[in-house]
Structure formats: C-alpha cells, structure tokens
C-alpha cells in the first residue's frame, strides 16, 4: 500500500509494506465457521486434528463428533439464537458442543468452570447473577461443576424457564490407552509435586494398578453422589454421551451465516461476579483465523499445538483452539494443570508450537525435566496476555536454541473484544518491547485518551519518531459489542469506519510498530493474563473494620515470574504483633475477598505489606509510582492460593514459610 502521508495511523497504515508480497484476501467468506474450518481441512480427513491423552481424532471423526452434538441439541429443542451456559474444561466433548451448537445458529456461552470461592453456596450465587443478565436456556456442564454450583441453585434455575441440564465427564472421550496415558500423569505429577524429576511412561503394573483402582473408586464414590443429586433435580439432567447414543439417527438442519452469535466468552478485564461478556460471530471468527494464518500465529501444516488456555477466553478459544484447524494442524487437548507441570507437558507431546502466557515461558529454563531435552521439534514460541521483558525473551529464544530449536519468542497483543490476537511481533517487527505490527486487515491508530465521549485521532507531525495516545482498534473479527440490546462494547466512528477503545497508554513508531506503556485506570495483569482494576480490590478491603487504607500495586514475583498484586495497607491500630496481624489478613482475604459475591479468587493480593502511612506526591495525592518502584522489602504477609485451572484447593498466608502458616480450607 502507498504510504499517503497524512500523518494519521489508520490512513498511512506503514505497517502494511511488512505485508509485501502476502496475499491478503478482500473479505471473509459468507459462511459459518464450522463450515469454513471444514473447507479448510477437505483433504485431511483422515489425518489427526485432536489428540487427547494419547486418543487421536482424526477430522473426518472431528466433523462427525460436532454432527453428534447438533443432533444431541436439537433433539432437546435447541433453535437459532438459543444462549447454552458452557462450564467445562478443556475437552474434545467441550469443543463438540460448541461446533454442535454453532452449525444449527445456536450460541455457546462460556463461563470459567473454576470456582471462586470454596464456598459453594457463594460460587453459586455469583454463577446466578450471571446466568439472571446472560439468560442461557440450557447448560452444559462436567460433572464436579454440576455438584458443586449448579445443585444449589437448580430451584432458581427452574423459575428462570432453565429446564434441561447435560452432564460432561472429563474421561467421556478416553480409550483405554487414553485411560492409561491419564493415570501414568497422575503418578508423574505426583512425583514432580515431591521434587522427584525420574518421570517415566514405564510405569511398573503393579503401581498402575493400584493407583488406577483409587482413581476408580474415587470415580465410583463420586458417580454415586452425582446419582443421588440428579434423583431430586427439579431439572431434566441427562448424560451427554447417552444422548449422543440415542440420537444417531435425529437429523438437523445447518445454519451457515457468518453474522450470527455463536460463542460468548468473558474478558478477564472486568472482574467481580459479573464479568463482562463479549459476544463474536461466526464472521468475527473467519475474519480472525485468517488474518492469524497471514500474519504467522499458530502451527504450520500438521504441527501440533498445547491447547492449554482455556475457552472460556478468547485467546484460548480462537488463537489457541480452532486457529490450529485452520492452520491444518493438531490440537492437544489439556484439561488441567499447574505452571510446575507445563515442562512435563512440553517433554511428553513434544508440540511444535507454544502459545502461553510469558510466565510460563520465562519457566521453562528452570524445568529440571527439559535440562538435556532435545527441544528441535519446537517451531513457534508465542505469548500473549501479559508483558515480558525484551531481556526475557532474549534469554529464552537463546535457551531454546542451546536446545536445539530455532524458534524466536514472538508476541501479540489482543482482546477478547477482537478474538484475542490484533497485532504480531516477528522477523524485521519484532523489536524490542514492541506488541508488533497490526493483522493484515486491522487497523491500529492512536487517539487523545483524555477525551472520553468522541475519538480524536492523533497524527505525526514533522520531527516526531513517535506518536503518543490510547490505542484505538477497528477490523472485521471486532464484537459488534451488544448482547440482549445492551451496550457491552462501545463503538466509534471515525473516517467511515467503526473503532472501540482498548484503554491501552503507548506509542507508536514510523515504522507502524506499536508499544504499550500502561492501562488506564492503573489496571494491570497477572502473570496468568487476568486484569487486576486495583479500585475494585481496594475498596472491598477497606470494608474491613481494621483497615483504614488499602492500596493496590504490581510487583514482580520472582518465584513465579511474573506480575502479581500487593496491598499496601494501613491499619487503624498501629500497635499489632506480627501474629495480630496475619490474623486481619486473614480475617480480609476470607471475609471480604472470599465471602464476597462481587469478588473472585484471582482478586486476592499474593502479598501485603502493612505500613503507618502511604506516601503522597506533590499534589498529595497517593504516590503509586513511588509504591510500585519500593518494590518487596522482605517484611510482607504472603497469600498463597493453591489452585489448578478447575479447582481452588487451600489458601496459605503466612510471614515466614518456615514459620506458622495458617491455612483456609
């Protein structure tokens, strides 16, 4: 494209000569997007598209299993437009459902299935106030989200018109050698919590066979629980793969318009017990994978993939799930895991491409199982949902080709607004702390951030190498931003074309090289890409009668590599021995984080550090510069919650590990 020289970014677009050469196409196709995955994958039939526990699902069974769930959700009365709650993890059956549900118009709407709280009556709660605005008919759900917030609620839900409920189990899609590579990770996992790095798939029988029969008496206990629940359901509660079987021969009728609703994920920049929902269209989808293909995200041609971030998320629903299909690649499912057990995953799939979280990948040359590990088969590195340090992405590009592989570290920037990834960062544009160049057909430019009703776009004047401002954003995979008539995502125009705020301070370069500098609204992200709005924290914390202030801040966690929150927090007694104090700590993170409906989990402060006053800058007002640059000083409070990505388990707080730590179960 010929530069035009206005000054303006979404005018001149120089990122576009990166794009040289590049076929980019003039608009997405005008079907579904199952359908367009199907095109894609024609002469692949018989090649493996999903591998989960070692099982392989080749595309022709991918296909077949996503015709099995349109006639499963027809069957039950399931039309155009209709809202399905989706709690389940990572799971070929999860996916199925989502393809049923998308070819017949319908829409998949994803809810994080880990809990909150340990209380299951304020999980339950939190999940009702969602399902009140979102107005799901039908839920999908395994087996332990089912027991531990749906049974609660089941009266409440039958009031609201919620009559059918299906129920998942994560080993529905397992074979026996699938069972098999299930247990050897459940003895491996074990072993790598001990510190105990001699893994093996050579599990002697013996020990298989014991601890297979703990699992399946766990699995019995449980059934038996679940059966007894679903006696006295007020609801129509059916096993998924029993209607699966009863339907083989139900017909369906495929509904194939790109401007149709069919997933509704939850940005993880609105916390509390409604987050914000974001509504994509089988058209956002299309518009999405094939920009990614373009600009380079994903597998190559039969590479496979770590499906590892969740669909309850954007990122992990299109660039880290069905961008691999479209790549004509593999999927590995994973349902569940710890960051400890991510070199575990890398040494026993050997994945061709990694798309994570940079805490994960900042880990990786610590991993004791990957020290002499031939990592050649690793292609493409990429992270998103948080920022890493230019120095840190050396350090790993250098580790991973002392490892034998010649992937660089490569990022984006996205939002579940846009199907997670906007912009790429690779070859001759990955510079330096850049989130890169935007995708083909989207357009970054940057607008006043001072001005909140109208966008006022900033232009490059003569002198300037840089230009300052918020990031404003407009493409095809963009939500149209409604769900039920409301305004979830406002919308601006500007030059004939559509544009939403990402609230992301930074610069832009000549070259069309954008940078991030901060979020407003001093909002920032966890190692695991969740968004911290410190206001949102702040205020619940100093509810509590002891509490006079309370302060939210980033610090960068060593341990785990990564941005993490702390509370600075000033108290109204001042004259508190350290056991006094651990004890409102306590008492905070219990009372008014975990009781809390309007909080979550991943809201608590990994530390706090309780001091007499806050420092205050020349406009007294509070200094958070000057909290955030004080960094860790070594007499914090630790609060350490023990979780997988399904399940909290406890909640450690202590000053001293090797000291008294108490524990919330």
Same mark, same amino acid.
């Given at each position: ?468 401002? #918020? ?70 914390? #100093? ?123």
């Amino acid at each position: 494209m010929e530069n035009k020289k206005t000054g303006y970014p979404h005018i001149d677009r120089p990122w576009m000569k990166y794009y040289d050469g590049l076929y980019v196409p003039f608009g997405e196709p005008t079907v579904g997007m199952v359908d367009l995955l199907k095109e894609r994958n024609k002469w692949r039939k018989s090649k493996v598209a999903v591998e989960y526990y070692g099982k392989k699902i080749s595309y022709d069974e991918l296909w077949d299993r996503a015709n099995n769930a349109s006639k499963v959700l027809s069957n039950l009365g399931v039309k155009q437009g209709d809202i399905i709650l989706s709690m389940v993890p990572n799971i070929p059956e999860e996916r199925d459902i989502w393809f049923g549900a998308s070819q017949i118009g319908a829409i998949t709407d994803y809810i994080d299935p880990r809990p909150d709280s340990m209380d299951p009556i304020t999980n339950s709660r939190k999940l009702l106030e969602i399902i009140k605005y979102e107005k799901p008919k039908y839920i999908v759900a395994v087996d332990m989200c089912y027991l531990g917030m749906i049974k609660p609620i089941e009266n409440e839900l039958k009031e609201m018109g919620i009559n059918d409920v299906i129920i998942i189990n994560a080993s529905d899609s397992m074979d026996e050698r699938a069972y098999l590579s299930y247990v050897t990770d459940v003895i491996n996992y074990d072993k790598l919590k001990q510190g105990n790095f001699d893994i093996s798939d050579n599990i002697p029988v013996d020990i298989l066979k014991s601890v297979s029969a703990k699992l399946m008496g766990d699995v019995q206990k449980q059934q038996e629980v679940l059966n007894a629940a679903i006696s006295t359901s007020p609801l129509n509660v059916y096993n998924y793969m029993d209607l699966v079987k009863e339907c083989q021969n139900s017909r369906f009728e495929i509904v194939s318009d790109p401007d149709l609703i069919n997933y509704i994920g939850h940005t993880s920049g609105t916390s509390g017990a409604r987050p914000k929902p974001i509504a994509l269209s089988n058209g956002n989808a299309n518009a999405s994978v094939i920009q990614c293909q373009i600009a380079g995200v994903g597998p190559n041609e039969g590479g496979t993939s770590l499906h590892i971030l969740p669909g309850f998320a954007p990122f992990g629903r299109y660039n880290n799930d069905i961008q691999s299909f479209y790549n004509r690649g593999i999927n590995i499912d994973v349902p569940a895991f710890v960051i400890s057990e991510f070199g575990y995953l890398i040494k026993k799939y050997k994945p061709s491409a990694i798309m994570t979280p940079p805490a994960f990948l900042t880990a990786l040359p610590e991993y004791e199982l990957l020290k002499n590990e031939d990592l050649s088969y690793i292609q493409r590195v990429v992270y998103g949902g948080d920022a890493m340090t230019y120095e840190d992405e050396e350090r790993i590009s250098e580790w991973l080709r002392e490892h034998g592989s010649n992937a660089e570290v490569e990022k984006g920037h996205g939002m579940s607004e846009f199907c997670g990834c906007g912009t790429y960062a690779k070859d001759d544009y990955n510079k330096p702390n850049t989130i890169g160049i935007p995708a083909p057909k989207t357009i970054y430019t940057m607008v006043d951030p001072e001005i909140e009703d109208r966008l006022v776009p900033l232009r490059f004047e003569d002198g300037m190498d840089v230009l300052r401002g #918020e990031i404003a954003v407009s493409a095809n995979h963009v939500t149209n931003g409604l769900l039920h008539g409301d305004v979830i995502v406002p919308h601006y125009e500007m030059d004939g074309n559509s544009y939403i705020r990402t609230k992301d301070i930074g610069y832009m370069d000549k070259d069309g090289c954008f940078f991030i500098d901060e979020r407003k609204g001093r909002s920032f992200a966890r190692i695991d890409g969740f968004k911290i709005k410190p206001s949102e924290i702040e205020k619940p914390i #100093e509810e509590n009668e002891n509490v006079r202030y309370a302060r939210i801040v980033p610090y960068y966690d060593k341990d785990i590599r990564g941005q993490m929150p702390i509370c600075h927090l000033v108290l109204e007694n001042n004259d508190l021995n350290e056991e006094e104090q651990i004890a409102i700590i306590e008492d905070i993170v219990y009372n008014n984080i975990i009781g809390n409906p309007n909080m979550n989990s991943r809201q608590i402060p990994s530390k706090f550090k309780i001091r007499e006053s806050l420092p205050l800058n020349k406009g007294n007002k509070v200094d958070f510069k000057a909290l955030e640059a004080e960094g860790l000083t070594g007499d914090e409070i630790s609060v350490v919650v023990n979780e997988t990505n399904v399940a909290v388990e406890s909640i450690d707080i202590f000053k001293d590990k090797k000291g008294k730590v108490r524990k919330i179960k």
